[in-house]
């Protein structure tokens, strides 16, 4: 992302067990004229609520997993590990994520023509919007390079 100018990442959930590693990245990371680290900055602070959800949902997890495992395997093996790619794997993570999905498709733009003064190349507010679902289309129908969630 550096090397590409992001200026900001916005993400939608904590990682507890990563210690923050993009404010780790942020701050160690040198700054020159050609390139700067992106700034991460967390979802609720642009009003998504999903951060709250997934980061409480998370907390859920991680108490109830050692007396209800996240998977238990065919030799009796139960998994109660509380990382957070367990957790994204959850019926709930799920949820929170697919009505995220649901919110992208009906969100409205109060400045749809908005974009930043001194740069032509530079898109649209509602540009970034149709990027957005585009990618989100290709990333669950065809970039799919995984197993389905169940």
């Known amino acids: 992302m550096a090397l590409g100018a992001v200026k900001e990442v916005v993400f939608l959930q904590s990682d507890p067990g ?17 390139q700067r680290p992106p700034l991460p900055i967390p979802a609720d602070r642009i009003g998504l609520g999903h951060f ?12 109830e997993v050692p007396t209800r495992p996240f998977h238990t395997s065919t030799d009796g093996h139960n998994d109660t590990s509380p990382s957070i790619t ?17 919110q992208l498709h009906t ?5 749809p023509q908005w974009k ?35």
Do not use: W
Request: glycine share 4%.
């Open 52 to 63: 709250a959800k997934l980061n409480d949902a998370y907390a859920r997890f991680v108490s």
């Open 18 to 34: 990563q210690s923050s590693i993009g404010n780790i990245l942020y701050n160690v990371l040198p700054r020159t004229d050609k």
């Open 107 to 111: 969100m409205e733009i109060r400045f």
């Open 86 to 102: 367990s957790f994204l794997c959850t019926d709930d993570a799920l949820e929170i994520f697919e009505s995220g999905r649901a």
């Open 116 to 150: 930043p003064a001194g740069n032509d190349e530079a898109l649209t507010n509602a540009q970034v919007l149709e990027n957005a679902r585009r990618f989100l289309r290709y990333a669950k129908h065809l970039g799919r390079r995984a197993t389905p969630h169940r």
